[in-house]
Structure formats: C-alpha cells, structure tokens
C-alpha cells in the first residue's frame, strides 16, 4: 500500500530554518514527480514546489524563491524540503505530493498526511 509520511515539521521563530522530510513506500517513485504543498486555515492548498523524477526540473512558488529547496533521494524513495528564513506567512500545513506526470491544478495521485509548521513572530 503506497504511503507518504511527512516528518521535520514544528514551531520556530521567524528567520529561523526547518527541514521537512517526506518518506515514500509501497511503491518505487523514481519515474514520479514529487513536490510540496501547504494550506493554511481558510486558504485553499498551494504549490509550494515541484522536482522531477530525475531531479533536474525545479519549481518553486514565487512566495518561497530563495528560501526553500526541494531535494530528493531516489534510493531512498525521499523527498525533502529545507525551508530558511521562514515567515509568518508560511505557517500552514505542509502536504507531500507525488504524481506520475504532473500537478493539474494542484492535484497528485499520492498524498501525505501532512506536517503543521508554525512560524512566530
């Protein structure tokens, strides 16, 4: 059964760093595009960021450009995102995403259960 578990998320100061982890199994997702999505309380789900299967491809939301980096581990079916210099405004719940082809809409086949990162001020 295919699972994704999110892992690294917290409390932390504004201009402070975070590093979330999203563990994939069930399924090898080498050939999948992975990514990163958030929803804060009364906003739909956005795009945070995007890789492809091969690692080269790389799209970042203009709110996060510069800050946070995607990254993933194909031997270890992992997908991670390290986020510095957080904001307020990032607070929200962070979901991992893999999808065969693409995001449509911010849809995915795979979800995770998401992870709450808060940032105080």
């Known amino acids: 059964q295919v699972q994704l578990v999110e892992s690294g998320g917290g409390l932390v100061q504004a201009g402070g760093s975070l590093r979330l982890s999203c563990a994939a199994s069930?399924?090898?997702?080498?050939?999948?595009?992975m990514g990163w999505f958030r929803q804060a309380p009364g906003k739909e789900r956005e795009f945070v960021a995007t890789?492809?299967?091969?690692?080269?491809?790389?799209q970042y939301a203009d709110s996060v450009q510069g800050r946070f980096t995607i990254s993933r581990d194909n031997a270890k079916n992992t997908v991670i995102l390290q986020m510095n210099s957080l904001k307020v405004e990032d607070t929200a719940v962070y979901y991992c995403?893999?999808?065969?082809?693409?995001?449509?809409?911010?849809?995915?086949?795979?979800w995770g259960q998401g992870t709450q990162v808060t940032v105080s001020s």
């Open positions: 995403a893999v999808a065969r082809w693409a995001f449509p809409s911010n849809n995915a086949d795979y």
């Open positions: 069930g399924r090898t997702f080498g050939s999948y595009a």
């Open positions: 890789i492809s299967a091969n690692g080269l491809y790389i």
